[in-house]
């Protein structure tokens, strides 16, 4: 089965920009979408198709995806950007979702 | 605003059998895509199962298949999940979602509990 691959912290300063990977095989072939989570709530869609960000969604957050690797980037964070990050995608060959291990943004 | 509410979680022992429901409101329903995922207690998202807009295409993870059903009811506006031969591992807040592309909205979940 496909397996994405996501560091399990990453930490970065206010105003910084924060990028958190997604590694998975052949990835650059696929749609990645990307969830942020906070504690005790849902997940939310601030990603979708790689690179396109949902209405209400600001614009310091972006993504990238190339070979191996689907990259996340989000600039100038804020103490609100504090969260886990998932990445999903479809692998067509065994017709099943897959999520990523999640990422937990630390903002120092 | 597009609102999902789960309902049907609680406590049960192994084995055992549940049924999860995801009410759906303020969208057209039978026109889109919903999935169902989990996550364990202090765990990651992980991806149980889909079904299409109509409920003639399903799809489930390993882990799950030949366990658990996905079904719609488009008249009620209505996701399921029944969930049989509960493992202790099933322990998790379950969440339906919506696909538009990606997952757009969520509901806010429902714990199942799977314990003697």
């Known amino acids: 089965s496909y397996v994405l691959t996501q560091p399990p912290s990453v930490s970065v300063a206010p105003g910084q920009t924060a990028r958190i990977t997604c590694g998975g095989n052949n990835i650059g072939s696929k749609s990645v979408h990307w969830y942020q989570q906070k504690p005790g709530q849902a997940p939310v869609l601030v990603v979708y198709?790689?690179?396109d960000r949902p209405s209400g969604i600001p614009e310091r957050f972006s993504g990238s995806n190339s070979g191996n690797t689907a990259t996340l980037t989000i600039s100038r964070v804020e103490a609100g950007d504090e969260a886990d990050y998932y990445c999903?995608?479809?692998?067509?060959?065994?017709?099943?979702?897959?999520f990523g291990g999640g990422t937990k943004l630390t903002v120092l | 605003e597009v609102q999902l509410v789960e309902s049907g979680g609680g406590l049960v022992q192994p084995g055992g059998s549940l049924r999860l429901s995801c009410a759906a409101s303020?969208?057209?329903?039978?026109?889109?895509?919903m999935h169902w995922v989990r996550q364990a207690p202090g765990k990651g998202l992980v991806w149980v199962s889909r079904i299409n807009s109509d409920g003639s295409s399903t799809s489930y993870a390993d882990s799950v298949k030949g366990r658990f059903t996905i079904s719609r009811d488009n008249a009620k506006n209505t996701l399921y999940l029944q969930m049989n031969s509960l493992r202790a591992e099933d322990t998790a807040v379950y969440y339906c979602?919506?696909?538009?592309?990606?997952?757009?909205?969520w509901g806010q979940g429902t714990l199942v509990t799977v314990s003697s």
């Open positions: 303020r969208f057209t329903f039978s026109s889109y895509w």
């Open positions: 979602a919506r696909v538009w592309v990606g997952l757009d909205y």
């Open positions: 198709d790689d690179t």
């Open positions: 999903q995608v479809w692998d067509s060959s065994s017709d099943h979702d897959v």
